[in-house]
């Protein structure tokens, strides 16, 4: 083998060593300056010299330069939300809130409703045992049950029917022919109990119930 091409394969595997012997933002550095000095600044040609991913190469030497400033990481800024510091209020809360909920009856969304206010939320987990200053204020536990999909909304089972105009004249009617047909031992008396769909109420199920 010529000794020339054997010292540029004896370099090759010494920078390829170094490499691997780095991490993160030291390992772009070293392989942006190797690209810089035997490859003419080319990730191309550092991917096919020495086998680094052409997109790292580039990223080392988008980093090298002198104007080059790194993105601000703004998830890692500012306080945590409640439910983050706290993990078991999280499961406390599903505890509390999911034997009152049910889903959107027309399957429209994946939102849980809840028949509790946020209020009542914080009463049951101060019953829980949680101290009144360890628990985030209602409005916050309001944006609390909403980041977790639950949106509070009174379910109302259903509301009395209103007697109608003609309720009187109807049972006045009934009255009336069993009077008559009573003493008339020849006429047959049959009743009937007839049945109609009827919205009871404002059920959640559009006026129905689960039935």
């Known amino acids: 083998m010529d000794v020339s091409?054997?010292?540029?394969?004896?370099?090759?595997q010494v920078i390829q060593?170094?490499?691997?012997?780095?991490?993160?933002?030291?390992?772009?550095?070293f392989i942006a300056y190797a690209c810089k000095e035997?490859?003419?600044?080319?990730?191309?040609?550092?991917?096919e010299r020495f086998g680094w991913g052409r997109e790292a190469v580039a990223k080392g030497?988008?980093?090298?330069?002198?104007?080059?400033?790194?993105?601000?990481?703004?998830?890692?800024?500012?306080?945590?939300?409640?439910?983050?510091?706290?993990?078991?209020?999280?499961?406390?809360?599903?505890w509390i809130v999911e034997p009152h909920t049910h889903a959107d009856p027309e399957l429209r969304s994946e939102r849980l409703y809840a028949?509790?206010?946020?209020?009542?939320?914080?009463?049951?987990?101060?019953?829980?045992?949680?101290?009144d200053d360890m628990l985030p204020s209602v409005r916050t536990l309001r944006d609390i049950l909403n980041r977790m999909n639950y949106r509070?909304?009174?379910?109302q089972k259903g509301k009395p029917l209103k007697k109608t105009e003609d309720t009187?004249?109807?049972?006045?009617?009934v009255h009336a022919a069993r009077e008559k047909y009573d003493a008339d031992e020849t006429a047959l008396q049959i009743s009937i109990d007839t049945k109609a769909k009827v919205k009871l109420g404002e059920y959640s199920l559009g006026g129905k119930n689960q039935d």
């Open 5 to 12: 091409l054997q010292s540029e394969l004896s370099v090759v």
């Open 17 to 29: 060593r170094a490499s691997k012997l780095l991490s993160g933002s030291d390992k772009r550095a």
């Open 38 to 47: 035997l490859c003419d600044s080319s990730p191309r040609k550092a991917e």
């Open 61 to 94: 030497l988008e980093e090298s330069t002198p104007d080059y400033r790194p993105a601000e990481r703004t998830e890692t800024r500012g306080n945590k939300r409640s439910e983050d510091r706290n993990p078991q209020l999280k499961i406390d809360i599903q």
């Open 115 to 131: 028949n509790l206010s946020a209020e009542e939320v914080r009463e049951a987990l101060l019953k829980k045992g949680y101290a």
């Open 152 to 155: 509070l909304k009174r379910i």
């Open 168 to 173: 009187d004249a109807i049972f006045e009617n």
